[in-house]
């Protein structure tokens, strides 16, 4: 998590208000004649896709910029923390407890004081919990959400643009916690 550093982030971008449904990807599935990816048995309609890959992701991706003619990537990392934050600098974007009447998380794990909570052992629908103030639901929890980054072990060297930072390791950056995490995975 450091070197600490600041960013400026130079590009406008916007942030879907939910992560992407079954009923989203479902659409684009039949579209492009691909197989449908498995929903662990939780259901599909209202929840986020789950057990789809990077390259599954990256071709969603092209074929929604096709559909409306519009370019859709996924966030960089410091994108992803500015739109998590919604001008706060606390763990959350409500403070610096969780809990899980506010995110999906493994509840049996309480953060900073808190107490415990539900563990769900699966992901909810989209918008389950209030959004925060830029109105970005489940930003904290439910499925991790990847960024355009590659993975670094520290963020020595960083962009400070808000650009992805696209050389390095070949795992990819995962942010905001799951369903089955603690809640210092949820962390902004």
Request: glycine letters at 10%; aromatic letters at 14%; a negative charge.
């Amino acid at each position: 998590e450091g070197p600490r550093h600041e960013v400026q982030i130079t590009q406008p971008f916007a942030m879907g208000v939910y992560a992407v449904t079954f009923d989203e990807h479902d659409h684009y599935c039949a579209d492009a004649k691909r197989p449908k990816p498995e929903d662990g048995g939780w259901g599909r309609g209202k929840r986020p896709v789950i057990n789809i890959s990077w390259e599954d992701v990256q071709q969603y991706c092209r074929w929604l910029s096709e559909q409306t003619q519009r370019i859709y990537q996924l966030p960089s990392e410091a994108q992803w923390e500015y739109a998590c934050r919604a001008g706060t600098d606390t763990p959350f974007h409500f403070g610096h407890q969780i809990t899980t009447d506010q995110a999906n998380f493994d509840g049996n794990y309480p953060y900073n004081g808190g107490a415990k909570g539900k563990f769900r052992k699966q992901t909810v629908p989209v918008g389950s919990f209030v959004p925060n103030a830029f109105g970005l639901y489940d930003m904290h929890g439910n499925v991790w959400e990847l960024c355009q980054d590659q993975w670094h072990p520290n963020y020595e060297d960083a962009p400070t643009d808000g650009s992805a930072w696209t050389r390095g390791d070949e795992s990819r950056v995962l942010r905001g916690g799951s369903w089955n995490s603690d809640p210092q995975y949820a962390r902004a």
